[in-house]
């Protein structure tokens, strides 16, 4: 697996005399990048519009075309021309005097307003069943809300902010090339804001830096102190203190008690209090969609949708007449590392942690240039109210995975059902349970059209493409890169780079040394070879972000795939068979079992689409990227070096079911199901080792196959006194079935 960079690089290595991989990695590479111009001249997109079918009032205001030109900032240079001052004193105090300029808002008297709340005060009163009525002690149940409250908040210091925000920014130039802004973006976002309605930033979550970043970012371009919800998993007490005073919010333990808990029911009030609180008084939220980073398990946060519902609630009982709502992602070239096995994943990070964790990235920053790029996205903002009314006119029947698919698969039957599929591997929360169960959906398909939309509008880094390259593509990177690159801006996507190519190249490489070899052949030429074991996995999951900008096409090729599959042999050059003609409704059926098949946390489809609309657009797509011909629906013979491509793109998912499935013939069950999913990623370690299918052994894919499998009616739960156990389901317990439950699963591979 090696590919060449062609051409001489701008520095001469030493030689090589026995093919051994060279010293190249210190001159030249990641030198400092401008991320301003377009890169090599083409158009660049302006993503992030939002969703015209259920928003389209929203969609027509807050944007004007001129904004599309207003080109980026980044938002971690701070001048002398940021501060009041001038003079050789300001330009080496910049920093200290901007923090110093930065408008914070006086603290409120929020503990009292919180006690005058409407839903504290129904409680205290026993106007609301499990409130404290008569005979309860006032003052003890006074103390027990201002003890959630700690809790759940502190007032946010101007000084401590201050100084925080100068050491961040002295912190963030060490670490950052830069921190990219599209003003266009911000310029909306700034808008909205004027116009009177609070703010809520739903985000992505690629790592804990995402929480202190972004707040950085708000109060640097005037918007005031970003309140975080915080996970209190993630955080040592100590540091969640520290926190607290910068402005985060915590849910309370109390908040996750049963519905009929008088502990339950007075903190889940405080915390509706303090949310109402916060959006009267204008100050901008920010929710994390997605789990923290190195967390096994779902992708949708089940905390971030508790405040989402919070939220919702506060809007709908109108204590505010709306809100906006800004999908946000944050992007980098290589993000901090997150902890990868099954049993310190959920480890809190404390603050002695967290500070020798600062210490060691200056550290190796310190005379280093190989330092990391970032891009903030904002979204276009759009009214949660206008979401609510035209959001349930989008709600229909929808079926398990076991209805829909498993009949297929053990061939009883054919014919694809006509309704949608259901899948909710996110668990219910207190604070969400509370809810009606029509606002629990509401917040659902909110919380997974936002994320939807967060993703869409995450610009691509070099890192992401360079990883594909080099696991999918073998020929001359500079040629593939350009290619690469321009077929991601085609398709609507942004890219969070700009520059020379070569520079590029060398800063993406130069980021992902402990993962790849140079090699030196001949007249100057490099060989980039991928480093064989765990580092395949490292490249498969930067590889993955390119997957939402391709996603429909590789369903379509995958889709295709298995239904040339019975056509020509398994190991036969099936690619090059020349044109085939396809039928149109056997295609749509094909698309439809792969995206039964492949997780919704993965395909993320926007709740106002229906598959048959997404399948149609993947048609579309094939069409439009010459893959098909409309005419005849065929298969071009031409193009099969795309196609490969594209199909590779949902490998290293669809490799680690079809493992899985035949994992099911030696797997020890009944076990927990933390216990089989540990089973079947050693499995998956060991096959890599076996196989070279490194791409495959990711514990995020174990358990995704253990849950999809659950879902197919492969695996079953039981109760237990130890928990829930899983156990093969008696209808998979023949190989039979088994093997047709592989042999579903490998027609859509690309071998």
């Not at 093919?19 to 190249?24: C, D, I, N, Q, V």
Request: net charge neutral; glycine share 8%.
């Amino acid at each position: 697996m090696a590919t060449m960079l062609e051409g001489r690089c701008q520095t001469q290595p030493r030689s090589s005399p026995s093919g051994r991989e060279t010293s190249l990695w210190s001159s030249g590479f990641g030198m400092k990048l401008e991320a301003v111009t377009p890169f090599l001249g083409k158009y660049r997109p302006f993503v992030g519009r939002c969703c015209q079918t259920c928003t389209p009032k929203s969609w027509e205001s807050l944007f004007h075309r001129s904004i599309m030109d207003l080109g980026f900032c980044n938002v971690i240079l701070v001048k002398e021309e940021n501060t009041r001052f001038r003079g050789w004193l300001v330009r080496r105090l910049c920093y200290f005097l901007w923090s110093l300029e930065q408008h914070i808002p006086p603290c409120q008297d929020v503990p009292q307003k919180i006690m005058e709340s409407t839903g504290v005060q129904n409680l205290l009163s026993g106007r609301v069943p499990g409130g404290t009525g008569e005979g309860q002690v006032p003052d003890l149940v006074k103390k027990e809300v201002q003890r959630i409250l700690g809790h759940i908040q502190a007032p946010p210091r101007p000084f401590l902010v201050r100084l925080f925000s100068w050491a961040l920014l002295r912190f963030l130039n060490c670490l950052f090339l830069n921190v990219q802004l599209h003003k266009g973006q911000m310029k909306m976002v700034q808008k909205a804001a004027q116009a009177g309605l609070p703010l809520v930033l739903l985000s992505t979550h690629k790592t804990l830096l995402d929480g202190i970043l972004l707040p950085f970012m708000l109060l640097s371009q005037g918007l005031g102190v970003l309140r975080v919800a915080w996970d209190s998993r993630t955080c040592s007490p100590a540091l969640r203190a520290l926190l607290r005073k910068l402005g985060g919010l915590f849910l309370p333990p109390e908040a996750s008690l049963s519905l009929d808990s008088s502990e339950g029911l007075l903190a889940r009030a405080v915390v509706q209090a303090v949310i109402e609180q916060l959006l009267v008084s204008g100050q901008p939220l920010l929710i994390f969609l997605e789990e923290p980073p190195g967390a096994l398990g779902p992708r949708l946060s089940a905390l971030g949708q508790a405040w989402v519902g919070f939220v919702v609630q506060a809007v709908q009982v109108g204590i505010v007449p709306d809100a906006l709502l800004v999908p946000v992602a944050v992007t980098y070239d290589l993000v901090p590392d997150a902890p990868c096995d099954i049993d310190h994943a959920s480890a809190p990070l404390g603050l002695w942690t967290g500070a020798l964790a600062v210490l060691r990235s200056l550290w190796s920053c310190w005379g280093c240039s190989h330092r990391i790029c970032s891009r903030v996205h904002l979204a276009q903002p759009f009214s949660l109210q206008e979401y609510i009314v035209s959001a349930r006119s989008c709600w229909g029947g929808r079926q398990t995975l076991e209805q829909l698919l498993q009949p297929i698969v053990l061939g009883q039957c054919t014919a694809v059902p006509d309704t949608e599929k259901e899948q909710e591997w996110t668990p219910i929360t207190g604070p969400l349970l509370a809810l009606k169960e029509e606002d629990q959906l509401l917040v659902r398909r909110l919380s997974c059209h936002v994320l939807s939309a967060s993703v869409g509008s995450s610009a691509v880094m070099s890192t992401a493409i360079m990883a594909t390259l080099l696991l999918f593509k073998h020929q001359k990177l500079l040629g593939e890169f350009s290619w690469l690159t321009e077929e991601i801006l085609l398709r609507g996507f942004d890219v969070g780079f700009s520059g020379q190519l070569r520079s590029l190249l060398q800063h993406s490489l130069s980021l992902l040394r402990a993962h790849v070899a140079l090699l030196r052949i001949c007249q100057g030429d490099l060989l980039v070879v991928p480093r064989p074991g765990p580092g395949l996995t490292h490249l498969a999951q930067l590889s993955a972000e390119l997957l939402p900008v391709f996603l429909s096409e590789a369903v379509g090729a995958c889709a295709v795939r298995g239904l040339l599959a019975g056509r020509v042999p398994p190991q036969g050059p099936w690619e090059l068979q020349g044109i085939l003609l396809l039928s149109q409704n056997e295609l749509y059926r094909q698309i439809l079992l792969l995206m039964h098949l492949l997780p919704q946390d993965l395909l993320l489809l926007k709740p106002c689409q229906s598959s048959y609309c997404y399948c149609q657009e993947v048609l579309d797509r094939l069409i439009q990227c010459g893959l098909l011909v409309a005419e005849e629906l065929s298969q071009q013979s031409h193009c099969p070096d795309f196609f490969l491509f594209l199909c590779r793109l949902l490998s290293p998912l669809l490799k680690a079911f079809a493992q899985a499935a035949a994992f099911l013939r030696q797997g020890q069950l009944p076990d927990t199901e933390l216990g089989y999913t540990e089973q079947l990623f050693q499995f998956l370690q060991a096959t890599a080792q076996e196989e070279g299918i490194f791409e495959c052994a990711d514990p995020k894919l174990a358990i995704s196959a253990v849950w999809t499998f659950r879902d197919l009616g492969v695996l079953q739960q039981t109760p237990s006194p130890a928990g829930p156990r899983l156990h093969l389901s008696p209808t998979f317990a023949s190989q039979d079935n088994q093997e047709k439950l592989e042999q579903f699963i490998r027609q859509f591979i690309c071998s």
